[in-house]
């Protein structure tokens, strides 16, 4: 089935590097396999930890790695697959029962408790007691002082607030909790995405600190530096596939960035015949205080305008701006050469931009209405006359709009709760649709649906460029911006990197730019 | 949803019916129209709280002030027709509706413009409001002899068999079922309350909404202040003092979330007419307040269990579609 070439997937286990002290795994996960209604995330991918050593694991948005990171600390139950450590075969059924196991997970905002001492979250569930039963609070300060002592984190005060603490020093009390309770796997999710230079410098001391003490590390971030610097081994997931992995001092940058975005042709894009007129939406010198910054692009009539970047690069963030949602501090949006100031989603609706949001669940249907209130909701000030709804108006758009993107509805006064997400999905474009806007700013519009439903949702986006409207199509999966959009943006750290035609493109070069590595 | 929310009403029908058949079973009477006629009349001022503050409540907010709110009005219009007895009392009504309004206002903007929690906004207004009444009273009473008589028997006048006060109810009642139903604030106020998010995405103004629920509410209060005061013909601080509680049980009830988002006007009546049959029926079968009170209560947590019920029934499908995402 699979018919790409599976690049550098060692099927022996690789030898170990002289300085590592162990040889055998600690944590091994074999064939796991996770999917969820209408969603393969994770089809029989395999994953080694080795003591005193830091694990990279790589991947586009998408391809499975947070899915992995929740199997690994028990809150999601794989529907396949094995998980043993130290060679013996173990189940996770709870977090509880992974904390057991001495997995632990730092997150990229860390999860912590803000209102209590630093001693109380490092010994939070395990407090020292004295003979009565009460918590001891002596000795955990003690402890507490002991533990951060031997990280080289004395500075710490065990009494601060957390609150009080910068990122890094919550880092620094979250690895302390997973040194307290003898934690010999650590994950390290995205760790580095809110810490300065000088912050990363000191975590990447504190992980060679848990090398040092022969803890496992997996550690998640999509910054190449970081992962040459820090890190023994690679792990590449796309789609849900683990698809190489090895040692990376034998590994080039470029060899990665291919075993990423190589993929399986499953999915054919709509033939388009661009006719792309004259310049619709034109922003420039749009700045954000702590987003995005001097963000300049054309869109023009029929254009599809791809967006590409890593999560955090600042994408959603300028197009929420556009939208009226969030505020700008300088710059300007022209729309058909008139200068609009949005202060808010009506004015930019009014205006004729919509902004379809990436998180369908809590931005974009509103379970619980009906599927064509979902849609009037709006156009509400159009099919209502002087504040008095027009229901048989709500109906003729609503029924409009769902039957030409095929929505499987048994009527359309059904809750939109009981819909399945890709036709979720299409009650949420229907309803932008039918404010009948100039210019459609979709969000990740494909994120987490099926097959079927993504094709319908592009060939929606073909036929809608082809009518004439433009599109910004915000989106993660290289596949997708490659195969729809005329012209990528391509965004990095709330700067725009590049802007390239989409004429020989191709997928290393937009992740190259994207990550910021020298072609 | 639909079919559910009209699954939980049919429910809370079927409670109250089964209820006025037990009391019949003591009091033979009991059912008779002739009689549950002024058993709807005695409802009628709960009833019409009920639904302003359902509105509220739709928007994930609370008003606990208009309890307060109702007391300073009624205050107020008293002690204007005590000392000017020809204000025609459409005009009295008038100015209730008015200084309601005002008062709810205050309470929305606080919550609008200063993004407080509403809970806390009319925590204080709750307080701030009898405490006003005070101050324009001077602690004095508005006693029945110095009230005019058409000021008293506005509500009492039977019009095609049923006094004025069961009218206003049934006119309110229709206003909000075609607000809720029929306009463009009643479908923004009832997707705020399922989807603050969502509805900010599709252009709707959650705070401006809030601030409008508030004026809803707060003309709420103060046409009950002047019907409140007309009926028990006695204005004094005291009036309707922790009425709220039973304002917010009528509406829970009612198959109101608390939550938000979930309720409708049919609930909310029902909630209430729940509510007064057990007042009025329960003394006239000689069991005493406290199986009243511990009956509204049971009652409550029963409805609070059905809501929970099928709140976690929705909550499984944003489950499934968050991990789908």
């Known amino acids: ?519 | 949803m639909k079919n559910f929310f009209k699954y939980r009403e049919i429910w809370l029908l079927a409670g109250i019916v089964l209820l006025i058949g037990l009391i019949s079973t003591r009091f033979p009477g009991f059912a008779d129209p002739a009689n549950l006629r002024p058993v709807f009349n005695d409802t009628s001022i709960l009833m019409i709280l009920a639904l302003g503050q359902m509105v509220v409540i739709l928007t994930r907010s609370i008003d606990l002030s208009m309890a307060s709110n109702l007391c300073f009005t009624g205050m107020v219009v008293a002690m204007l027709n005590a000392a000017h007895p020809a204000i025609p009392v459409p005009a009295l009504i008038a100015i209730a509706l008015l200084i309601g309004l005002v008062l709810g206002a205050i309470n929305g903007l606080l919550v609008w413009r200063l993004n407080i929690p509403s809970i806390v906004v009319t925590l204080g207004t709750l307080t701030i409001y009898r405490g006003a009444t005070f101050v324009v009273s001077g602690g004095a009473w508005v006693n029945a002899d110095q009230m005019s008589p058409d000021f008293i028997n506005f509500q009492r006048v039977a019009f095609l068999g049923l006094p004025v006060l069961s009218w206003i109810a049934l006119f309110v009642i229709a206003l909000f079922f075609l607000v809720m139903t029929r306009t463009q604030i009643g479908r923004s106020i009832h997707a705020i309350g399922v989807n603050p998010t969502a509805s900010v995405y599709a252009g709707i103004d959650v705070g401006r909404t809030k601030f409008i629920v508030f004026c809803i509410s707060g003309m709420i209060g103060g046409l009950a202040g002047y019907l409140w005061i007309s009926r028990y013909v006695i204005a004094s601080v005291e009036v309707a003092n922790g009425y709220e509680l039973n304002i917010i049980a009528a509406c829970v009830i009612g198959g109101i979330s608390i939550a938000g988002g979930i309720g409708s006007v049919g609930g909310a009546v029902l909630g209430a007419l729940f509510l007064g049959i057990i007042s009025n029926a329960l003394p006239v079968i000689n069991i005493s307040p406290f199986w009243q009170m511990a009956i509204s209560g049971t009652a409550i947590i029963l409805a609070v269990v059905l809501n929970a019920r099928g709140e976690r029934r929705q909550g499984r499908i944003i489950l499934r579609k968050a991990e789908a995402a």
């Not at chain 1, 730092?106 to 630093?118: A, R």
């Not at chain 1, 509103?366 to 006359?385: E, H, Q």
């Not at chain 1, 709804?389 to 993107?405: D, G, I, K, M």
């Not at chain 1, 391509?490 to 390239?500: F, L, P, Q, S």
């Open chain 1, 1 to 519: 089935m699979d018919t790409t070439a599976q690049h550098k997937v060692e099927t022996a286990r690789p030898e170990p590097s002289s300085s590592t002290p162990s040889a055998s795994p600690r944590l091994t996960l074999s064939g796991i396999s996770k999917s969820f209604p209408g969603v393969r995330a994770l089809h029989n991918v395999s994953l080694s930890l080795y003591p005193g050593q830091v694990t990279a694991l790589i991947g586009e948005n998408g391809a499975g790695k947070s899915t992995l990171v929740k199997i690994m600390t028990g809150i999601y139950q794989p529907d396949a697959g094995d998980i043993s450590i130290d060679g013996q075969a173990a189940t996770l059924p709870s977090a509880h029962a992974a904390f057991g196991h001495g997995i632990t997970a730092i997150h990229q905002e860390t999860v912590l408790f803000d209102d209590l001492s630093v001693a109380e979250n490092i010994f939070l569930g395990h407090a020292p007691r004295t003979r009565f039963g009460t918590i001891d609070w002596r000795t955990m300060r003690k402890n507490a002082r002991e533990v951060l002592e031997t990280m080289r984190a004395g500075h710490i005060d065990a009494d601060a607030r957390l609150k009080d603490l910068g990122i890094a020093n919550k880092h620094l009390v979250a690895v302390a909790r997973a040194m307290s309770i003898d934690a010999r796997i650590v994950i390290m999710d995205e760790p580095t995405a809110a810490l300065s230079m000088k912050e990363i410098e000191e975590l990447f001391l504190l992980i060679e600190f848990l090398k040092s003490e022969g803890k496992a590390v997996l550690f998640i971030s999509h910054k190449f530096d970081e992962i040459y610097r820090i890190a023994d081994r690679y792990t590449v997931f796309r789609d849900g596939e683990m698809v190489g992995e090895g040692l990376l001092k034998d590994t080039g940058q470029n060899e990665i960035v291919r075993m990423m975005v190589g993929r399986n042709v499953d999915h054919i894009f709509p033939e388009r015949k661009p006719k792309i007129g004259a310049p619709v939406l034109s922003v420039s010198g749009l700045s954000h205080p702590t987003e995005f910054d001097e963000i300049g692009f054309e869109l023009r009539k029929g254009e599809i305008l791809g967006f590409y970047g890593l999560v955090g690069a600042g994408r959603s963030e300028v197009m929420q701006a556009i939208a009226g949602i969030t505020r700008t501090s300088r710059g300007t949006i022209t729309l058909d050469g008139k200068p609009i100031a949005p202060k808010s989603a009506a004015d930019s609706i009014e205006a004729g931009i919509v902004y379809v949001p990436e998180e369908r669940g809590k931005q974009g249907v509103v379970i619980g209405l009906p599927i064509f209130k979902n849609v009037s909701l709006p156009s509400l000030a159009r099919t209502s006359k002087s504040g008095v709804l027009r229901l048989a108006e709500e109906f003729a758009l609503a029924r409009s709009y769902t039957e030409r993107l095929d929505l499987r509805a048994s009527s359309l006064s059904q809750d939109v709760g009981t819909l399945s997400g890709g036709n979720q999905q299409k009650v949420v474009i229907a309803k932008w649709l039918a404010t009948a806007p100039k210019v459609i700013i979709l969000d990740e519009p494909t994120k987490g649906i099926d097959i079927g439903s993504k094709a319908a949702v592009h060939g929606f986006m073909a036929e809608l460029v082809a009518q004439g409207l433009s599109v910004i199509m915000v989106s993660s999966e290289l596949p997708e911006i490659l195969g729809m959009s005329d012209r990528v943006v391509v965004m990095r750290e709330g700067r725009i990197a590049a802007t390239y035609d989409n004429k020989g493109l191709d997928a290393e070069t937009l992740v190259r730019t994207a990550a910021g590595i020298a072609a």
